[in-house]
């Protein structure tokens, strides 16, 4: 088993939440981002987590940025496809940059950073993948179709990889979180925001460490049978 745990978008939000369950659980932790150098550099002084700077979007970007961190820091055992961007839309006004982008970042970015790491856990005999979906990839969304098309991509990639990682020790999982309380949900609008907690059964927002703690499993040796599903943590907003 090896150490060395990688979190895409892991510096804010959800991401950050990850990266830091996952240091406490023993791995050496590596957080990209693709913007906000101000905001990496806080979170790695705050906890030491080494931040890696590249655009999960770029496919050899991808493959050099793994290659540098596991020279940094050792092979890479664990990968948390968590980077995403929304560029919202109804169809009628939806460019195709607008789709492309979305679908370029969040399902690409996927496939990149698999193709980058997925051999060498074969090669090791042990590897944990957790995508980051979402629930408006399970129900849609209005003025969504790129994102809940990336997101719903997402499930099918999972199942897929996972079959052809299963006799190697490596799963695969998704993780398709409800609305969470983080900077960017608690920006809307407090109207929006009522009526977005008015569905939750649960009465409230996730928090991102919940989110964080289900990864947590996902990557341990509790998880080991597990491979090819998807956990819904959306409060009970919806069921299948």
Not at 113 to 139: D, L, T, Y
């Amino acid at each position: 088993m090896t150490k060395t745990a990688i979190v895409t978008g892991g510096t804010r939000g959800i991401g950050e939440a990850i990266s830091q369950i996952l240091q406490e659980s023993g791995f050496t932790v590596a957080a990209t981002y693709a913007g906000d150098d101000s905001k990496a550099r806080s979170f790695s002084d705050k906890t030491g987590i080494a931040t890696y700077k590249w655009d999960v979007g770029d496919h050899d970007a991808c493959i050099e940025g793994c290659e540098k961190v596991a020279k940094d820091l050792g092979p890479i055992g664990v990968l948390i496809n968590n980077a995403g961007i929304t560029r919202d839309n109804v169809m009628k006004k939806m460019s195709f940059d607008d789709w492309n982008e979305v679908i370029r970042v969040n399902l690409g970015g996927c496939f990149n950073m698999a193709k980058a790491c997925f051999p060498s856990m074969c090669e090791q005999s042990w590897g944990r993948i957790v995508n980051i979906g979402s629930i408006n990839g399970q129900g849609g969304q209005y003025g969504q179709v790129n994102y809940a098309a990336a997101k719903s991509g997402i499930n099918g990639f999972t199942k897929a990889l996972a079959q052809e990682g299963a006799k190697k020790g490596v799963t695969v999982n998704a993780l398709a979180p409800g609305y969470i309380d983080t900077e960017m949900v608690a920006a809307l609008p407090e109207q929006v925001l009522e009526k977005i907690i008015a569905k939750i059964p649960l009465g409230r927002l996730g928090q991102a460490h919940e989110i964080a703690r289900g990864v947590k499993f996902l990557c341990s040796d509790d998880a080991a049978f597990v491979t090819g599903s998807t956990i819904s943590m959306n409060g009970g907003q919806h069921m299948y």
